[in-house]
């Protein structure tokens, strides 16, 4: 266990360092972002939109170059997912010892525009069959007991207001760098996903788990389980909403909270970081 979590705070620490380098290799210096638009055969320049799924998928494109370099400075094989859903976005193998393997996932995501302190949130994967059962394949490149750290390289940004963006506006080479980027002030962090994890399902009716979204929480790694432990995260996603347990008045209820959860286990439930740690702010759609 000592060797693991020595091996696990080595990856952490170089990837943050990566990361932190980040910024000044995809900004501009007020700030905004060096993608403009998109260009076609006659040298017009189009306005990207600023669309969550679009920007995210070219924010990946944009640093990967630079993933490939990283991890062939510390000597890891990279794998891709084979498939959309599956998780993770990337697998870095160390090459002198394939047994060593680290799943990292892209997350992207706003500041709130009325609450800059706040970000929309993410979600941190799935917690149905492969999180559950830690040697399925399904619907993950390798199964999640191989992994000896799971890990969110993260971009929180700001996006400009829409009267700045004007989409249906076709510009020249010579006009693109007064055109003004759709999104701006990068934030880049790496965190293990169990530490800014909630204790709230992701995305409506499907098994994913969701992030908190108080920014400077997510930078340092102060999720609800933050203090509690990994185990916690995973004794508490493996069975969430498994268990029934009976109230005072007769009825029964599954467990859907973590202080619920806690006090069922026995645990200490003074160790969950407080609900002012992971404000119940809803994103914007």
Not at 153 to 172: C, F, N, P, Q, V
């Amino acid at each position: 266990m000592k060797k693991k979590l020595e091996i696990k705070a080595h990856f952490f620490n170089k990837l943050s360092e990566f990361v932190s380098s980040l910024n000044k290799e995809i900004t501009t210096e007020d700030g905004q972002w060096t993608i403009k638009g998109f260009i076609d055969v006659f040298k017009n320049i189009y306005t990207i939109s600023s669309d969550t799924k679009i920007v995210s998928k070219i924010l990946e494109i944009h640093i990967f170059p630079k993933i490939l370099k990283f991890a062939e400075d510390y000597k890891f094989k990279i794998v891709l997912a084979d498939h959309q859903n599956y998780y993770p976005d990337i697998s870095f193998i160390y090459e002198k010892d394939e047994t060593i393997k680290f799943a990292v996932d892209f997350k992207t995501t706003y500041r709130l525009a009325n609450k800059a302190e706040y970000c929309n949130g993410f979600t941190l994967g799935s917690h149905g069959e492969y999180f559950t059962n830690r040697t399925s394949k399904k619907n993950i490149q390798f199964p999640y007991g191989e992994y000896k750290g799971h890990f969110c390289l993260g971009i929180i940004y700001s996006r400009h207001a829409e009267r700045d963006i004007d989409e249906t506006r076709i510009y020249t080479l010579n006009e693109l760098r007064s055109m003004a980027s759709v999104i701006r002030e990068f934030q880049f962090f790496v965190a293990e996903k169990w530490r800014i994890a909630s204790d709230k399902s992701g995305s409506g009716n499907t098994a994913n788990i969701g992030s908190i979204n108080k920014i400077s929480d997510i930078i340092h790694g102060k999720g609800m389980f933050s203090e509690l432990g990994e185990e916690w995260f995973d004794d508490y996603w493996m069975n969430y909403g498994k268990i029934t347990v009976a109230e005072k008045d007769g009825k029964t209820k599954r467990l859907r909270n973590l202080k619920d959860f806690v006090e069922y286990r026995k645990g200490d439930a003074s160790l969950i970081v407080p609900k002012t740690k992971r404000s119940s702010v809803k994103g914007e759609l």
